[in-house]
Structures are given as C-alpha cells and as structure tokens.
C-alpha cells in the first residue's frame, strides 16, 4: 500500500537563537515543502530516493533493516546516508514494529524548493517520517537534529503560529498575520546555506543576560502581531536586529552585506546565510540583482 505525506517549510521571523531558552517566536510555515511516499520493499532493507525540486535525485541508497537497527554507519564517508540512519535508529526506538514486522519499503522524498535555500530540508523530513511511523516528530527532531522545535510546528500548521518553549515543552498558538503591507514584504536569498547546528553552538558560546533580552524579544513580537503600518513593522524589526547583533557580537546583515539599502533586512533563523526578509515601499528587486542576488520572492508567494 502507497501511503503520501506531506510537510510544510519554516521561516523564523522573530526569536532566533533565544527561542532555545524560551523566548516567544514569531514563525511562518511556507507554501514550499516536503513530501515523502513510503510502499512496502522486499529483502528487509529501505530503498530511499530523493529528489530535489528540479526533478534531480541528490541521494539514492539501499539501507538494510540492520543498519538501521544497530545505528551501523558502513560507509564513513557518506555523510548524507548515516545521517539518515541515525534518524531512522530513533525512529525505530520509538516504534520498533515498522522493522520488525516489514520485509521492506521503498521511500521517495520530493522537495518542492531547492534543498540549498534553507526552508527545512530536515524538519520536513523528520515530521514526515513522524507521520509515516506515527510517532513524536519534537521527540525524534530532539534525539536526532536537536533544535528548538519550531521547524516542527510549523511542519505541521498551516498559518503563522507563535512558537516558545514552557520547561522544554512547545507551546504552540495558531495566529493571524498577514501585514496589509504584504506586497512590500520580499525574501531574498543569500546564495548560501546557513549549519542550523554551528549558529546553535555559536549562540549558546555567546549568550549573555538572557532573561532581560527574552522579554525584550517577547515584546517585539507582540507588537508585530498589531503592527498597521510599515513604518512601525520596520521600527519594530531593526529592534530586534539590533538586539540580536548585540547578543551574537555579529554586524547585523545589513551593515555586513547592504549598508546602502533604503530598507530593513532583517535575519532569519540562523544569522549570515539563507533567507533574509526585506521590507521596501520600492520594488527592491534590481537592487538586490545588481548585487548578484536573484532569488526573490514575495511575501505572498512565499507563505501560506
């Protein structure tokens, strides 16, 4: 039997970094994802493709049942593959009979954005796996990626949601937010992706004061919510970049890479790579083309 899932992408608009230690985040599910279609194999292994979202495969492997079971990595210098054995070993922790009672599986995985642009190759990837063996995917993302679990959440909603950690517990609000100005809203990408995990370690070998800066943080995000005019949503965000600069002892993006833009950019997530939103009255597209940045899409196009 052919079973289909499906997992949204995630952009982190407010709480990077301190969302690990409670902080209330603002986070929007994109309309690109993740699909997984899992039918049953033989020869107790799991023949797993993937594809990109160009059609290309960028990862075939043939994983025996064993591998999977006793966390073997066989080949050290596939790093792709062991990765992949490891999630599947937690997996199989959490729900031993998806091995021990199968002859086998054949799994596709299709992205519909390139795997590069940073919009959760792995989140999707986990909480697709999650629905396919039914288990936790926040416990099977802790035991495998780590990460605040934000990605998860909004894997699995499809509005913008407010997204904090209660004692290590997610605590998830569905809201609305949809700027009346949203087609002055554009996310650009930085030509390179973003280690999820170095800017994690990075951040916790920087933090400092934390508590008063977590309700600094909470408070910007509030305000977005209510935020009717553009002039306050960009007050409110080149707050939060200088908040986050002085945590991270980092340039903000755009003193680093546009100090001329008559603009915000702000970061997303992981600071100096992916995405970063821009908010402009102009058409900031030649702008940020001249520079050799051609990825450009609308906020409209982008979430859902």
Not at 26 to 47: D, M, V, Y
Not at 242 to 264: C, H, R, W, Y
């Amino acid at each position: 039997m052919k079973q289909i899932f499906y997992s949204n992408g995630k952009l982190l608009l407010t709480g990077e970094y301190v969302v690990l230690d409670g902080a209330k985040a603002l986070a929007l599910p994109t309309k690109f994802g993740q699909s997984l279609q899992a039918s049953s194999g033989e020869k107790n292994t799991i023949f797993w493709k993937s594809q990109d979202s160009d059609g290309s495969v960028w990862f075939e492997e043939e994983i025996p049942f064993e591998a999977i079971k006793n966390k073997i990595h066989s080949d050290s210098e596939n790093a792709v593959k062991n990765t992949l054995i490891d999630i599947l070993h937690q997996a199989y922790k959490q729900n031993n009979r998806f091995l021990d009672h199968s002859e086998g599986y054949t799994v596709t995985t299709v992205l519909t954005f390139p795997r590069f642009w940073g919009l959760g190759t792995s989140s999707t990837l986990i909480n697709n796996i999650a629905q396919w063996l039914q288990i936790d995917a926040f416990e099977l993302l802790r035991k495998s990626f780590g990460g605040s679990g934000y990605d998860i959440a909004c894997a699995q909603n499809d509005t913008p949601i407010l997204y904090r950690l209660e004692k290590e517990v997610p605590q998830i609000e569905t809201v609305s937010f949809r700027p009346p100005f949203a087609d002055q809203l554009y996310f650009v990408y930085l030509n390179r992706k973003q280690s999820s995990r170095a800017a994690i370690n990075a951040y916790y070998n920087k933090q400092q004061r934390i508590g008063k800066i977590i309700h600094e943080i909470n408070g910007i995000t509030n305000a977005l919510l209510t935020a009717d005019t553009i002039s306050r949503f960009s007050e409110l965000l080149e707050n939060h970049e200088i908040i986050m600069s002085n945590v991270l002892e980092m340039q903000t993006v755009k003193e680093a890479l546009f100090p001329d833009f008559k603009g915000v950019v702000k970061s997303l997530g992981a600071w100096g790579g992916d995405f970063v939103l821009i908010v402009s009255e102009e058409d900031p597209q030649p702008y940020f083309q001249e520079r050799g940045y051609n990825t450009i899409i609308s906020y409209p196009d982008m979430i859902k």
